[in-house]
């Protein structure tokens, strides 16, 4: 069983950044996919980004693409989200989500997820 911890949301003014965290333990990191979510209050969940267990390709949804960077360090069980130019529509529950060992998931497929960390901007 995989147990995700995210850390490192917070409030932060417009424009400025944020670095979120996702520790991983009680499995295999380096050959799972991980991704990103976020809920807004009174919206659907919606992805992020992913990176691939292999060659750490990473995908993001349009909005985000150039502000955002997902990366891992597999050595410490840990996947990132540096999160740069935010806006207030950034606002959510951010919540790390990971796939099934070897697994290609990107937006839809995640088998286990974190408790969120909450990210508020403000204008």
């Known amino acids: 069983q995989v147990q995700l911890i995210e850390s490192g949301g917070g409030l932060v003014q417009a424009g400025g950044s944020l670095r979120l965290s996702c520790a991983a333990s009680?499995?295999?990191?380096?050959?799972?996919?991980m991704g990103w979510f976020r809920q807004a209050p009174g919206k659907e969940r919606e992805f992020v980004a992913a990176?691939?267990?292999?060659?750490?390709?990473?995908y993001y949804q349009d909005s985000v693409k150039g502000r955002f960077t997902i990366s891992r360090d597999n050595a410490k069980n840990t996947l990132y989200l540096q999160m740069n130019s935010l806006k207030p529509e950034d606002t959510a529950v951010y919540y790390c989500?990971?796939?099934?060992?070897?697994?290609?998931?990107?937006?839809?497929?995640?088998?286990?997820w974190g408790q969120g960390t909450q990210v508020t901007v403000s204008s």
């Open positions: 990176i691939r267990w292999v060659v750490s390709n990473t």
């Open positions: 009680g499995g295999t990191f380096s050959t799972r996919s």
């Open positions: 989500a990971a796939c099934p060992e070897y697994a290609e998931c990107m937006r839809t497929g995640y088998a286990y």
